[in-house]
């Protein structure tokens, strides 16, 4: 989110959400307190902290920018009761599969592949079975756990390094 109003978060809470909302609050504070105090930092702050990684930072070399907001689903869980955050990424859809949206802390590359594989499966199971040759194809490990198969981790690993050319870069499976 790049756009929009600071009236957001009040014009979301419904009477129906209310007690999640308030709940989700008053589990995070600190998170909550923490988030604000990052929001309001100077840029020689920031900058004193990016030094920490990149120690000749001049500050007239770099700008702030605007890089969009967080969105960050909040829901009842029976393990995190009333208002738990959720550290992740999660694919809503309607239940004809009709749309779907993604939502969560992470919507980047690392959670592409699994991303879409999710939309296939909750948003067209009628075809997953037809489908299912092409995506072991592309993701030979898919539908198999890795927890617990090294020799298919290996397989994994040394397809990968294969196709990146990394051939004498392996590194050992624990």
Known sequence: MKTGSMFDLITSVKPHNLVTMLAAGAKNVPLTRYLIQQVMLSKEKRMRDLRDFVPNAKSEDWDLVVA????????????????????????INAADGSIAA????????????????????????????????????MIPSYGQSLAGNPELIREIQAATAKSLGLHNELQPVM
Do not use: N, Y
Not at 105 to 128: D, N, R, Y
């Open 102 to 137: 993604l939502l969560g802390a992470s919507p980047g590359a690392s959670t592409a592949v699994h991303v879409m594989l999710k939309v296939i499966e909750q948003c067209f199971p009628q075809h997953l079975k037809e489908w299912e040759p092409k995506i072991k194809l």
């Open 68 to 91: 969009g907001q967080r969105v960050q689903v909040i829901k009842d869980t029976s393990h995190g009761g009333k208002g738990t955050l959720q550290f992740g990424t999660e694919v």
